[in-house]
């Protein structure tokens, strides 16, 4: 998101007799900051209006102080506000609900790439012709209350008297509409979805970089029709921004790829990001915002390979009746002063351990994986270094990945993860098979 500074005036909505001179700006590194040649009264704000000096209103939100001065003696007071997120463009209610939003992300012209430029050169008659059509919306995803579209917005050139330019940029958007009115967290968690399946078609991090809200509350008025304004919204989203230059055919897949089967990939995307919730934040959470240890890094990746093993396959050795079969034997023959400390060591025992779900989970995915590691060395590796790092037995030191080694060991991890997503999103074996060669793990030097 663009930094921006506003000046004006602001007050609480329920003290409108009290407006204050300061101005607020925003920027990806510290947020959103209010800072005021006064003091609001209290010290948190749960919404806070703004008027700037050339009339645009806005609504800060989720506010609290972080320095302030009152005023003493003649001398005036200030404050520093720090501003979870603000809306440009009007004045909100505490909750506002919302009928659409429009979103932009970094990468996200390259994975669609939709162009409506038609270039012609004729150097040698020093010709040369640019023909531009706005492609149509394209719709990726449908339900009984949503409705999601890829969008193309163009910025026509401007015509002069004295013409010495002309320019066209078009921009890519996904938009998200609602049959009813909805708060702000449900698209914010519709946003981060997406966000999440760019980054995994990608490999790469990507975060909003423009949002649009709409209410039915505000909108301009023209003759009888009525048209819901823009209202942009500011806040830190989950990551990092960081530009790339990256191809669509040096992606895992790009929209082009799969266009064809958009509609029921996005919708199972959606599902799948609440299923493997667990998996999927320890997976995306590592890519936005990753740590600068290895240790740290192969141990997130192990609890996702866990957790996604845990949410899609059986979770337990024996049936639930055979189980406590076994365990009622076991405390029957357990003297009554050690059964209530054993009964809380059984409680797990029924689940396969770690060396179980990474063995099955080795065998599905089997054609890929025994191409870079054998299953005995994969197994055995992943459980030492998770072990020795969990516990640090030093009985185990001789026997973990360090250095290169256990770098290796984490893209192992992530492509087995990378491999597990594509299949939940239905891609065919011939499809991974060709996909997989564009993993990093190919990149690496050593293994």
């Known amino acids: 998101m663009e930094s921006v500074e506003y000046k004006g005036l602001w007050w609480k909505p329920e003290n409108t007799d009290k407006k204050i001179n300061g101005r607020f700006y925003f920027n990806t590194d510290e947020g959103g900051i209010l800072e005021l040649d006064g003091v609001l009264d209290g010290k948190t704000h749960p919404t806070i209006y703004g008027v700037t000096n050339n009339g645009k209103k806005i609504t800060l939100q989720h506010a609290f102080n972080t320095k302030w001065t009152r005023p003493f003696a003649g001398i005036q007071g200030e404050s520093r506000i720090y501003v979870d997120r603000a809306f440009i463009g009007c004045l909100l209610q505490d909750d506002p609900k919302f009928i659409k939003f429009k979103f932009r992300t970094t990468l996200l012209d390259e994975w669609v790439n939709i162009s409506g430029f038609n270039i012609k050169h004729d150097f040698e008659g020093n010709k040369f012709e640019v023909e531009y059509k706005l492609p149509g919306s394209v719709e990726i995803y449908r339900s009984e209350e949503v409705c ?227 299953r005995k060395e994969f197994v055995n590796l992943s459980v030492n270094t998770r072990n020795y790092l969990t516990h640090y037995d030093k009985s185990l030191e001789r026997s973990i990945a360090s250095g290169r080694k256990l770098l290796f060991l984490i893209e192992i991890h992530k492509t087995l993860l990378l491999l597990c997503m594509l299949k939940e999103l239905e891609f065919s074996e011939e499809e991974i098979e060709v996909i997989s060669k564009k993993f990093v793990i190919h990149k690496m030097e050593f293994a």
């Open 148 to 374: 999601m579209k890829i969008e193309i917005d163009a910025k026509l050139p401007s015509l002069n008297f004295v013409q010495k330019e002309a320019n066209i940029s078009q921009k890519t958007y996904i938009t998200i509409e609602t049959v009813t009115d909805k708060e702000l967290s449900f698209f914010f968690g519709l946003v981060y979805k997406i966000q999440n399946l760019i980054s995994f078609a990608t490999l790469k991090p990507v975060v909003p970089t423009e949002v649009l809200a709409y209410s039915n509350d505000v909108y301009l008025k023209m003759g009888d029709k009525k048209y819901l304004s823009d209202i942009e919204v500011l806040y830190l989203p989950t990551g990092e921004r960081k530009d790339f230059d990256i191809l669509p055919s040096n992606m895992l897949f790009s929209y082009n790829d799969i266009k064809e089967t958009i509609v029921s990939k996005v919708a199972k995307w959606l599902e799948k990001s609440e299923e493997l919730s667990p998996m999927f934040n320890i997976f995306f959470g590592n890519m936005y915002r990753p740590s600068g240890f290895l240790e740290a890094k192969f141990l997130g990746l192990v609890q996702a390979v866990e957790a996604y093993h845990r949410r899609t396959r059986c979770n337990h050795e024996l049936s639930e009746e055979k189980h406590k079969i076994r365990i009622n034997e076991i405390l029957t023959a357990t003297p009554s002063e050690y059964k209530e400390w054993l009964e809380k060591k059984l409680a797990y025992s029924n689940e396969p351990n770690l060396r179980s779900r990474l063995k099955q989970l080795y065998e599905d995915n089997k054609i890929i994986i025994q191409t870079l590691i054998k």
